[in-house]
């Protein structure tokens, strides 16, 4: 499955930006925001940070490959990082 260009160009290239960025500023360590996407949907449990990564999405594809970016720029550039896939984020304003 394949993201759409405009989907790429903000969760993969805009976070591999932002990542790239924060090493050149000598940042410590990133928290990455990425989605329970990326782990597909339904199931009958709560899923585990070893699950493997079955996105049924476009949008969870370019999460995964978000996180794949995020992670080769912290590795390359000595920085750690956290990749969190929250369940739902929601505007409560």
Known sequence: MRCKPRTKE????G??????QA??????????LSSVKVNGEGGGRPYLSTD???PGDAYGY???AAEHAIREV??????EYVIVR????TDLA
């Open 10 to 13: 903000i969760n993969v290239d």
């Open 15 to 20: 976070s591999r930006f932002v990542a790239e």
């Open 23 to 32: 090493v050149l500023a000598g940042v410590r360590r990133i928290v990455f």
């Open 52 to 54: 493997e990564p079955s």
């Open 62 to 64: 370019s999460k995964l």
């Open 74 to 79: 912290c590795e390359a550039g000595s920085v």
């Open 86 to 89: 929250p369940r739902w984020c």
